[in-house]
């Protein structure tokens, strides 16, 4: 994996406030250290200790210390010599892949997907089979043969897994990574954290699709150095995450972003929350379709007439694309009214960049037509912000996943979260701003 890793914790120096020492104890600032450490190398660098006593304002002997331990616990190992400018030549340690073990799954509204990564999160494996609605305890076991099979291919078990990030297409409630509401999923009030964590024995981090997606647009998409962006998810459903100066915004208990419940027309039609005229009633994949379907059944001049299977978006996008007007006009309109979304994030928070993606909209230039038209008619000044279409395809969400793993496993995140009173940043949100120490 490429790209930037979170951390931002402030250093903690030996010359801190003897309270905040005493507070924090010695043990807790080297394993805070010690966490810091291991995050420099997960981009994949390779540094000497001299590298990290200055980046994380240690000093050498303290850098030396824990280098040594995690040396011979086998998370770092040794990578030769930097090449010379002049004077000794600098030995360079990295990360051992085989140190840590991560696992992200991510529950489609179709596909459930797994994923095994290494320390520094490279998909080793994948495995994925169908997602079957309104059953998460199914769907919750399978997941979990699925993590089995994968670590089996690679030789691996479950015990070496570091911890495990999970991707819902729905509400989550982050304390507790309980899925209070997917309807798309046809799940409520279901403990996923609890119910993965008892089948695995692994901790495990829930956080909604979107907030996955966005982190790993971060860390290695169309918005790596964006620090103020929407992500934008277009499928069965509709939901964003903003991410404002690196931060994922939760919201209080994890619900910000639920865009696609917005009501757009009074009269409007059924959604799957139970409200009538939300806004992914008018652009969502299930839109596109029920329009095509509309459209061959009026008799319109359409290529989609001729399909024997029951049509999907993909089908209607794919027209658009081989010169059929009328799902052309389909995808503009659709486009156009998720445009109407694009200007109520753009009037919020006024983003550098709003970040389309999810199965249906992936790459069609006539729905992305439609939403940049309507979100500058409709917002009140979106000049400033990029509308673009993700690049990262359908790992998005195992890859930000895992990210979530990674960071929430990490000892230094947990330490000083609960450590507020220290002199240390507080990182009660989850960080992707990696401007590292
Ligand atoms: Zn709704």
Known sequence: MTGKKMQKVRPIKKNSRDSDTTLLGNAYIRAVNRARIIDLFRSGNSLSRADLARRCDLSKPT?????????????????????????????????????????????????????????????????????????????????????????????????????????VPGLVERQSGTCMFAPNLGWRDYPVAKRLSELLGVEVYVANTTQTAALAEY?????????????????KGVGACAVIGGRIQFGTRGFAGEIGHCQVD?????????????????????????????????????????????????????????????????????????????????????PQMIVIGGPVAGGDEHFLAGARESAAQMSIESAGAKIVFSELGRDIYLLGAVSMAMEQSNAAYRIVKSAKAMDVDDTDDMRVNSNAV
């Not at 860390?219 to 499928?235: C, H, K, S, T």
């Open 63 to 167: 850098v030396s210390a824990i280098v040594d331990d995690l040396i011979s616990e086998g998370v770092l190992q040794e990578a030769g010599k930097r090449s010379s400018e002049g004077g000794r030549r600098a030995r360079l340690l990295e990360l051992n892949p085989e140190s840590a073990t991560f696992v992200g799954i991510h529950f489609g509204e179709s596909v459930t997907q797994v994923a095994v990564t290494d320390a520094f999160g490279r998909i080793l494996t994948k495995r994925f089979s169908d997602t079957v609605s309104g059953e998460p305890d199914t769907t919750i076991n399978t997941a979990k043969s699925l993590v089995i099979k994968a670590l089996d291919e690679i030789s691996s078990d479950i015990e070496r897994v570091t911890a495990v990030g999970v991707s």
């Open 219 to 235: 860390q290695m998409g169309v918005a790596r150095e964006v620090q103020d962006f929407v992500w934008l998810y277009v499928g």
């Open 266 to 350: 009074h009269n409007g039609l059924q959604c799957g929350c139970g409200r009538r005229g939300c806004l992914e009633t008018t652009c969502s994949n299930l839109a596109i379709v029920r329009e095509a379907c509309k459209a061959v059944e009026a008799g319109h001049a359409t290529s989609l007439a001729s399909l024997e299977h029951v049509l999907s978006a993909h089908d209607v996008s794919f027209a658009a694309e081989r010169g059929d007007e009328v799902a052309r006009k389909i995808m503009y309109d659709a486009g156009r009214a998720l445009g109407v979304g694009v200007s109520l994030l753009v009037n919020i928070h006024d």
